[in-house]
């Protein structure tokens, strides 16, 4: 295999070792794309040939802002086989998080995906001194297209060959790969610089966490590319000869995986609890006999442990039984070959990871941040390294160490250069023996096994003196099928309380099967017997929290929280200060 140390390595390694008819796949106007291995290593030439005709030198920054598509793929390994720098946001973030990036980063063009994001950013490229071009990848009427870049180096091939060669054997390990703006959940977002061996050193060691899949097998990609965990992970199914299929749009991901028959795909897990509450819902409406069967099912399901020896003959029978009259249809739903999912972005709820474990689907939470390329670590698909509730196994090559206030700490090759013009935050964010600080409170057993437990910053104190950790408070009390966002509350003040966004489509079944009458869901949630209810709700989880981190009052609010709203990161991270900013009013009358 051709020797992985700079990412577009991985294109040359595919060449040498598969050579797939289906490379990358996109589904458009309900109908697969494909792009065969030759078609792709084509495109990245050209697009590559086109740049250095332009004058684009080793360092230049390109933007990109667009959907999952092979075309991305093109434009990544085409820009940084020569040595730029691939600076990828998010297709859904503010306006003035997009002037700050595109200013701040340098990039000299902007590449946008479709005519929605040009209209939306046209306006901000005309405000941004530093870019000299916005291009579009679709055909959109009165804009330039990227194809033009392309056409550009079919003619220039002969006069530029010779110069990508060079350029390419020029690009090193430890240059500058991309720029990823995080967002995190608090003021404007920091451009993380990772290197070529940040991030393929970091994909290696993916390797071992993904050894039940080969190059036979299908990879559904919805993540946004420039989300660090999909990107590496689009690298990774590369690596591994795996056709990766996009999806045409999030409605579409279901229909999208019994398509492809879906072997594995990389996930939040806000989408992976839609998906079983999906499930769950579809097991409310069967006749009476089913759905009895259905819930023994779950019930089966909700006491598997990965341990085999923890399991008697008799529940190995249940679940054998289990498997085939009602996991075997959940696997169907999902394509009948999905073999794992790897979720993070984000805490998993335990029982969500239990119950698939138990229908044979591996569900691996991970751990890492953008700053870390991402993975710090991670479940294994098999006992002893896999635990419900942890985040994995740190492997050897990195070092992981808990401080004394409780925060992770991290270091090893996948540790970024540092922020992009900001060394004071680079500073404070990684101290002078090297190591990162993470931000997040945890614990470290002898088998090298992480848990995460909060955010640091976010840990509050009520006024009488006690901590409350809000994350580890909230993950628990989205277990309920009723809630589907919550925030907790009590910063310095005499108890903690909640403000609660309900599953609609849950509650509103809820309703048919009660008779409650309701206008609209303003009205809903102001009805007693809807409150009532939520108290119940509490009432069940909340002997399971510390008396202190117990949630005594809550109100219950309608609007959704979404990154376009400016109430989650683009990750779907809680922006807490933005959330508590705009219910001001009810937490004021919550504590008055």
């Not at 009165?142 to 220039?156: D, R």
């Not at 590496?232 to 229909?255: D, H, K, M, R």
């Not at 959940?330 to 394509?335: L, M, N, P, Q, S």
């Amino acid at each position: 295999m051709a020797e992985l140390k700079r990412t577009f390595d991985i294109l040359t390694a595919a060449e040498q070792n598969f050579n797939k008819e289906v490379s990358l796949s996109v589904k458009r106007n309900n109908r697969w794309e494909n792009f065969s291995t030759n078609d792709y290593r084509k495109n990245v030439d050209k697009f590559s040939l086109g740049l250095l005709a332009m004058g684009y030198n080793k360092g230049d920054k390109i933007a990109t802002v667009s959907n999952n598509r092979p075309e991305w793929n093109f434009i990544d390994f085409g820009m940084s086989q020569i040595g730029c720098v691939h600076v990828g946001i998010y297709p859904t973030i503010s306006e003035k998080e997009y002037l700050h990036i595109l200013s701040h980063s340098d990039s000299r063009i902007l590449i946008v995906s479709d005519k929605d994001l040009y209209d939306k950013l046209y306006p901000i490229f005309k405000k941004t001194s530093n870019l000299e071009e916005i291009y579009t990848i679709d055909d959109v009427e009165g804009a330039k297209n990227w194809s033009e870049i392309l056409k550009l180096g079919e003619v220039k091939r002969e006069e530029y060959k010779d110069l990508l060669i060079s350029r390419r054997d020029d690009v090193k390990p430890d240059d500058l790969l991309t720029i990823i703006y995080t967002s995190g959940t608090t003021g404007l977002s920091k451009g993380v610089m990772l290197s070529h061996n940040n991030v393929v050193s970091n994909l290696l060691l993916a390797h071992r966490v993904t050894g039940y899949l080969n190059s036979n097998d299908r990879a559904l990609s919805f993540l946004p590319l420039s989300h660090i965990l999909e990107r590496v992970g689009n690298y990774l199914w590369q690596t591994l000869g795996i056709s990766i299929y996009y999806a045409e749009n999030l409605e579409t991901i279901g229909e999208d995986m019994r398509d492809i028959n879906v072997n594995v795909f990389i996930t939040v897990p806000r989408v992976f609890e839609k998906i079983y509450d999906k499930i769950i819902n579809m097991g409310r409406e069967l006749s009476l006999i089913k759905k009895t069967l259905f819930f023994w099912a779950v019930k089966v399901g909700n006491k598997f442990d990965p341990d085999p020896s923890k399991r008697s003959a008799l529940y190995n029978l249940k679940l054998k039984i289990a498997n085939k009259l009602i996991f075997s249809k959940w696997r169907d739903a999902f394509g009948g070959e999905l073999k794992g999912v790897i979720s993070g972005g984000a805490a998993l709820q335990p029982r969500l990871a239990r119950i698939f474990w138990s229908a044979n689907i591996i569900v691996q939470e991970g751990y890492g941040l953008t700053e870390t390329s991402p993975l710090i670590s991670a479940n294994m698909p098999s006992f002893p390294g896999v635990r419900f509730g942890s985040v994995g196994v740190v492997p050897p090559e990195l070092e992981v160490m808990i401080a004394e206030d409780g925060e992770i700490l991290e270091r090893g090759p996948n540790l970024m250069i540092g922020y992009y013009k900001d060394p004071e935050k680079t500073n404070e964010a990684i101290d002078k023996d090297g190591w990162f600080h993470t931000g997040d409170i945890g614990t470290l057993d002898e088998d090298r096994m992480l848990t995460i437990t909060d955010r640091k910053k976010e840990i509050f104190k009520l006024s009488g003196g006690k901590y409350v950790a809000p994350q580890q408070v909230e993950n628990l009390f989205k277990e309920s099928q009723f809630i589907e966002q919550i925030i907790v509350i009590g910063e310095n003040k005499r108890f903690t309380a909640a403000i609660i966004v309900p599953d609609f489509e849950f509650l509103h079944n809820w309703c048919t099967i009660h008779q409650v009458r309701y206008r609209d869901n303003d009205d809903l949630i102001t009805q007693k017997i809807i409150i009532e209810r939520f108290q119940k709700e509490l009432d069940k989880y909340n002997p399971e929290l510390d008396h202190v981190a117990q949630i005594k009052v809550f109100k219950l609010v309608m609007d959704n929280w979404t990154p376009e709203n400016g109430l989650l990161s683009p990750t779907q991270k809680l922006k807490r200060k933005a959330v508590q900013s705009k219910y001001q009013h009810i937490i004021t009358e919550v504590y008055s």
